[in-house]
RNA sequence: GCGGUCGUGGCGGAACUGGCAGACGCGGCGGACUUAGGAUCCGUUGGGGCGACCCUUGGGGGUUCAAAUCCCCCCGACCGCACCA
């Protein structure tokens, strides 16, 4: 009994105490440590990875809901008899360590490291049950000398490769960036618009496996739609033709287009090129106006506002295509601004009739619009395009050999005549490009290759891995503090030993994420990446958890790792997926406000007065902005230390689950922080209050326990391990709360002291302990002792629930007139139809007000609906 | 423009495969204990009506014995991609 009914006082939870007690235990017992088979492992494996975190400094309220999400699936696995792998590290290598240096004069390392030392001791705190024996930091060479290691291999099997390439270069910090990189034709760190420059890159061929990269989304049935969407999307193949149009009066000349709708070619009215395709450069040679426009269209570049304007704008370069089915028609050639250079061949035939980019460039020049495709039902005498361009399939019409074929037998004739013709095939085009990986920055993992004037760029011979970064950098210049250290760089060439420089650029961070999942099954081998056989021992991770914003960087990146490194013998992963289950999650929010002036302000400079927020400090008003993300920017994080001080990590951990769904953003909310330390003290003190070992697993109910109040507290404890259970499973945290708090409620509702009722409380108790552990581990742990069970709970078996607890004997049945409830019947589990039907009939006679039955719908164990009129 | 997700009380959200809408929490209201309560506990809480009852899942249609759930048409919000030929 809790409280002043039974008498008895209960102390508050002290969770400072108990939290640090238990995770000294664990610790010292070593529960969280994964084994190898090689151990005499013979549990089945369970993998359980979050995103490993940036060390950026400290972790708020925010950054612990991805935590906490795994660590309740380790526990719970665990606790099913996996031998569960959950480790954590550090994506350790970046820009903002760089930029510290810049600002503050520290290293990056010891920047870096500092932040290491903090983060994990608040890590500890949460009472994650992580493997801390594996930890990895990516910028600690006994980790990247393997990545070194990792891009020979590449290198040697030409899935990485140099060349010279525009690449996106960002003014401010000074380094090129990814495509991924560009959001909206802004750095993503920077924000400062993106130029482009030509540059000596390395490269690694995702394209390689563009085709196994789309088709194996398929495979993966335990990801989010969304994601796999996502990289579908970015993959972007599209099916079409490559076509070569000659140049009239130049014997041997002609322009290649690509195009997804052979089928409109007798539509084509104009050719245009991208403004930097090879034939409008050579055109700008010589004439001043193509060379403006040109120029005109680079210093656009690709920011919001220039596509937002999109005008279509042209140069007419003057040339003649010969069209390669009406050899008598000629079509002019084109600049235009809007013909990407990088996708398909840089250059288009404009079908303005039929693409709402071409109508509207050919509107602009007076170029014609041909319409060879009939909408289903148009009428070919009067159909005509306006403003709109019809991209839609109907019938051929206008188009000689192609007329009255469906667009899509269109398609296929208009290629096999340009395969007849030799002049073009049908092809897949993707917009997926390889991946840059060359980055002019210090703080990252150096690119092992030595470039000799005679030998050209060579490898590190692999025993002179890792190739270390220098300690002794200076950032007081802009630019790479590698490519300006007076010694660094210069040593002699493996190959003939003349002398020779060393490469400067370092691996984008993306690289250090693309395979430290796989680390993690080996984490201590000095003289492979990882075992191949631990690796086939723990891959695929079987349930990783992280932030959707990862659905086309990382995550991409990360299978075009797993198959590369297949194929470079380093990894036996069937599949070529790492990662097996994977769940997005959402944010945790907080409220924002903004001073007049549009500065940030923290919620506690706020106050309320009459309904509306004022600045505490100014008394002038403030505008409450919308929920935000937890960033220190924005003034509205929570500290997690402080937090955990105040309320304790079960509490922050419990708080972060309840509410919303995992994959919907959770609103950080002191009321709600406050209840969900509401629920411990209430935990607690119905543990304390029943002040008595509580019946194991075994224990045999006694008499009067199977029935009346004892009966119905042991089918609620049986029925929410059973519903916890499912939740877990399914990602269903907030639901799996809810049961949690169903249950306490009717323990607390469930008074008495006969034996049969003291039995189903302390069982309902132990359930409930064992309920809550992955939530709350700490309580949970604490609640096991006091009930009299030996340590650890972390180590428990999962309980199982009683299916005759779970399934009541007897059911009410609502019973419907005409599809509205109007009275219940009590009827055995699996009744049969004819017994319901008469119970409900009698029950309903009354109900019926003369009405007479027309037909009786029973749904079995479920509802009762009576037809009447 | 393309792709996706989603609209349920004052709020966050439950509701399996179509079967009692509103679990659970927050907030509110009433009470108990208190010098006090922003602690704790008990009760209550979708809206309307004195009432048997009626209404209610963004709006409008439809299918069905039965619709938050399935179909069609609107309206709105959010996320991702975006001159991709």
């Excluded at 989304?217 to 999307?233: E, F, G, H, I, Y």
């Excluded at 599209?238 to 149009?245: E, I, K, M, Q, T």
């Excluded at 309580?779 to 629930?801: H, I, K, N, S, V």
Aim: charged share 20%; aromatic share 10%.
């Amino acid at each position: 009994m809790i409280g002043k009914n039974s008498g008895i006082m209960t102390a508050r939870y002290n969770h400072r105490d108990i939290e640090l007690k238990w995770a000294k235990a664990w610790d010292e017992a070593g529960l969280f440590r994964a084994h190898a088979p090689a151990e005499g492992e013979a549990r089945a494996k369970y993998y359980v990875l979050e995103m490993f975190p940036y060390p950026s400094g400290r972790i708020h309220v925010g950054h612990s809901r991805n935590y906490t999400m795994g660590d309740v699936v380790a526990r719970f696995k665990r606790a099913q008899g996996y031998n569960v792998l959950h480790p954590m590290g550090w994506d350790a290598f970046g820009l903002p360590a760089e930029n510290a240096a810049i600002e503050r004069g520290a290293h990056p390392e010891t920047w870096t490291r500092a932040n290491i030392t903090t983060m994990k001791a608040q890590l500890r705190l949460l009472g994650l049950s992580l493997d801390w024996d594996r930890e990895i930091a990516t910028c600690d060479p006994a980790y990247y000398k393997h990545q070194q290691a990792i891009f020979l291999a590449f290198w040697r099997k030409g899935l990485a490769y140099r060349r010279s390439a525009k690449v996106n270069w960002d003014p401010v910090d000074n380094t090129v960036l990814a495509n991924e990189q560009v959001v909206d034709g802004r750095g993503w760190r920077s924000g400062a618009v993106v130029e482009t420059r030509e540059l000596e890159q390395w490269f690694f061929r995702v394209t390689a496996y563009t085709d196994d990269l789309l088709d194996a989304l398929a495979t993966l049935s335990r990801w989010p739609d969304k994601v796999a969407a996502m990289q579908t999307n970015w993959i972007a193949r599209s099916a079409g033709a490559r076509l070569r149009f000659a140049l009239a009066g130049a014997p041997g000349g002609a322009i290649e287009v690509f195009t997804t709708r052979p089928d409109t070619l007798f539509g084509a009215s104009f050719i245009a090129l991208a403004p930097d395709h090879p034939l409008t450069k050579q055109i700008a040679g010589v004439r001043p106006d193509v060379a403006a426009f040109a120029a005109e269209c680079a210093s656009l570049g690709t920011s919001e506002e220039a596509i937002e304007k999109a005008e279509k704008k042209g140069v007419d370069l003057g040339l003649r295509a010969v069209h390669p089915f009406e050899p008598h028609a000629t079509l002019p050639v084109w600049a235009a601004n809007f013909v990407l250079s990088g996708y398909g061949t840089g250059a288009l035939f404009g079908c303005p009739a039929h693409d709402q980019r071409d109508l509207e460039f050919a509107r602009r020049y007076g170029l014609p619009v041909k319409p060879v495709v009939l909408p289903p039902g148009a009428d070919a005498a009067t159909f005509a395009i306006g403003k709109e361009a019809y991209t839609g399939a109907g019938t051929a019409y206008r188009s000689g050999f192609l007329d009255a074929l469906p667009t899509e037998e269109a398609r296929g004739a208009a290629i096999a005549a340009l395969e007849r013709l030799g002049a073009g095939e049908g092809v897949v085009q993707y917009r997926l490009r390889d991946w840059g990986v060359s980055r002019q920055r210090y703080w990252g993992c150096p690119i092992p290759v030595i470039h000799c004037t005679a030998c050209g760029p060579t490898p590190v011979p692999e025993d002179q891995l890792p190739v270390l970064l220098p300690q002794d950098v200076r950032f007081d210049a802009p630019g790479n503090p590698l490519a300006r250290h007076p010694t660094w760089k210069h040593v002699p060439c493996p190959r003939c030993g003349a002398p020779a420089e060393r490469e400067t650029d370092t691996l984008d961070t993306f690289v250090d994420s693309s395979w430290y999942f796989a680390r993690f099954t080996d984490p201590q081998n000095t003289e492979r990446p990882f075992d191949p056989a631990a690796a086939r021992y723990w891959l695929p991770v079987d349930q990783y958890v992280g932030g959707v914003e990862h659905a086309v960087l990382h995550l991409l990146y990360a299978r075009f790792f797993a198959r590369a490194l297949r194929d470079c013998g380093l990894l036996d992963l069937p599949g070529g997926e790492p990662f097996g289950g994977l769940f997005t999650q959402g944010m945790v929010t907080h409220e924002t406000y903004r001073s007049v002036d549009g500065q940030w302000l923290a919620p506690e400079e706020v106050a309320l007065q009459d309904g509306a927020a004022i600045e505490i400090k100014t008394g002038a008003p403030a505008a409450s902005g919308p929920l935000e993300k937890m960033s220190k920017s924005k003034k509205n994080v929570i500290d997690l230390d402080a937090f955990i001080a105040a309320f304790g990590a079960d509490v922050a951990r419990w708080f972060v689950l309840s509410d919303s769904p995992p994959e919907r953003d959770v609103e950080w909310t002191a009321a709600g922080a406050e209840g969900a330390a509401r629920f411990v003290q209430r935990v607690w003190a119905a543990i304390e209050g029943h002040g008595r070992p509580a019946p194991g697993p075994g224990a045999a109910p006694p008499p009067g326990a199977d029935q009346g109040e004892a009966l119905a507290l042991r089918q609620a404890a049986h029925r929410a391990v059973a519903g916890v259970t499912e939740d877990i499973e399914g990602f269903r945290f907030n639901r799996a709360v809810a049961r949690c708090y169903e249950l306490l409620n009717a323990l607390t509702r469930a008074k008495g002291e006969d034996e049969a009722i003291v039995f189903a409380r302390g069982e309902a108790l132990r359930l409930l302990v064992q309920i809550l552990a992955p939530f709350l581990p700490h309580l949970a742990e604490e609640g096991w002792e006091a009930l009299g069970f030996a340590p650890f709970l972390a180590a428990a078996p999962w309980p199982q629930a009683d299916p005759a607890l779970v399934e009541a004997a007897a059911l009410t049945l609502p019973v419907q007139i005409n599809g509205k409830r109007r009275a219940e019947i009590e009827a055995p589990k699996g009744a049969d139809e004819a017994l319901v039907r008469a119970l409900a009939l009698a029950k309903a006679e009354p109900l019926l007000g003369g009405l007479t039955v027309r037909k009786v719908v029973v749904v079995t164990d479920r509802i009762v609906n009576i037809v009447a009129g």
